[in-house]
């Protein structure tokens, strides 16, 4: 795999870290601080999130029976003791890895002792806890994947985790999965693949690079070189080039028939709060894809593990 050397320039910050958030409805006041600087609002409350907005949200994100008037609970709302995350990471384990041909689930497979394909995949989603961020993990899942949701078990202490079964009416396909997932999620969005590991020296902190830059684009990619039409017929293909010293996607599509054009693929998205709705549109067929305009950060190397190793 072609290794890059292309970095993005952007100077984007993640801002302050309840900027980007969205109450759902609260069943009581909503006493809310930012954590780094309660003292300096002098513990404000903040209004009630209104049932008009609850409907707009739900709508949005693709709640089929949004809350009335008389029924105000939302079956994505959080209880009011767990913590509001910064972030929210959508890991979709509901697929079957009919391409992997295991008796087991392909984010399970074993890379070194102890440490398997989905270890490999979350690291860069560790790396925004110990950043001091509160990261949500929406795990997708279905009944064949009982044993990756047990072994999710020994991250319990680092991210607030939420589990979704895969909504059939949504389709089974990863954009089904997304579907399902977006209801629970809050503040900016990644879509981070199980069995898709980034590779590099320095890889681990692109997750929140790529947080920081949606703050300027609204979409960011992380992404690795690639001219093999093979490959990028296999994978979320994107055309990157330079434009104003930042690396932008100038075109995308997954697994196109006709990869000409395309240099790259990429390996996680991020995407603000206010354009997640369009996140399985990503991995759709016959619609435009919104990467188009991302900021792209460029890593060594992407592996995907869709056969045993």
Same mark, same amino acid.
């Given at each position: 795999?072609?290794?890059?050397r ?6 984007g910050? *993640? ?5 980007n958030l969205?109450l759902?409805?609260?069943?009581? %006041?909503?006493?809310r601080?930012c954590r780094?600087?309660?003292?300096a ?8 999130f ?11 994100? !693709? ?8 029924q105000p ?13 910064? &972030?929210?990471v959508? *890991? ?9 041909g295991?008796p087991y689930?392909?984010?399970l497979?074993?890379l070194?002792?102890g ?11 560790v790396?925004?806890?110990k950043?001091g961020?509160?990261?949500? *993990?929406?795990?997708v899942?279905?009944?064949h994947?009982?044993d990756?949701?047990?072994y999710l ?10 589990f ?7 389709? %089974? !396909?990863?954009d ?6 977006l ?5 900016? &969005?990644?879509? /981070?693949?199980p069995d898709?590991? &980034?590779?590099?020296?320095?890889? %681990?902190?692109?997750? *929140?690079?790529?947080l920081?830059?949606?703050e300027?684009?609204g ?9 093999d ?10 055309a990157?080039?330079?434009a ?20 790259a693929?990429?390996g996680?998205?991020a /995407?603000?709060?206010?354009e997640?709705?369009?996140l %399985?549109?990503?991995v !759709?067929?016959?619609?435009a894809?919104p990467l ?6 460029m ?5 995907n593990?869709?056969?045993?190793v």
């Amino acid at each position: 795999m072609t290794a890059s050397r292309h970095r993005a320039r952007g100077s984007g910050q *993640l801002g302050h870290p309840a900027s980007n958030l969205r109450l759902w409805k609260s069943p009581g %006041p909503v006493h809310r601080r930012c954590r780094q600087c309660a003292p300096a609002h002098g513990g404000a409350e903040e209004p009630r999130f209104s049932v008009g907005r609850l409907w707009a949200v739900c709508a949005r994100r !693709g709640v089929q029976d949004p809350p009335s008037s008389t029924q105000p609970e939302c079956y994505a709302m959080q209880r009011s003791s767990t913590p509001v995350p910064d &972030v929210s990471v959508i *890991l979709p384990c509901a697929g079957y890895g009919t391409r992997f041909g295991a008796p087991y689930p392909k984010e399970l497979h074993c890379l070194a002792p102890g440490v398997t394909v989905l270890d490999r995949s979350l690291e860069a989603v560790v790396e925004l806890a110990k950043s001091g961020l509160q990261v949500r *993990l929406v795990v997708v899942f279905a009944t064949h994947k009982l044993d990756t949701v047990s072994y999710l078990a020994r991250y319990a202490d680092t991210f607030q985790m939420v589990f979704v079964y895969q909504d059939p009416s949504f389709g %089974p !396909g990863l954009d089904g999965a997304i579907r399902s997932a977006l209801p629970m999620t809050q503040g900016p &969005v990644a879509l /981070v693949l199980p069995d898709i590991v &980034v590779t590099g020296p320095d890889t %681990p902190g692109k997750l *929140l690079d790529a947080l920081r830059q949606v703050e300027v684009a609204g979409w960011s990619v992380v992404a690795a070189e690639e001219r093999d039409h093979g490959t990028l017929r296999q994978m979320g293909a994107l055309a990157v080039a330079e434009a104003g010293g930042v690396l932008t996607v100038g075109a995308a599509a997954d697994k196109p028939t006709d990869p000409t054009g395309f240099n790259a693929y990429w390996g996680m998205v991020a /995407v603000t709060e206010d354009e997640a709705h369009r996140l %399985p549109d990503v991995v !759709g067929m016959g619609t435009a894809n919104p990467l188009a305009g991302a900021v792209a950060l460029m890593v060594e190397g992407i592996v995907n593990y869709n056969s045993p190793v």
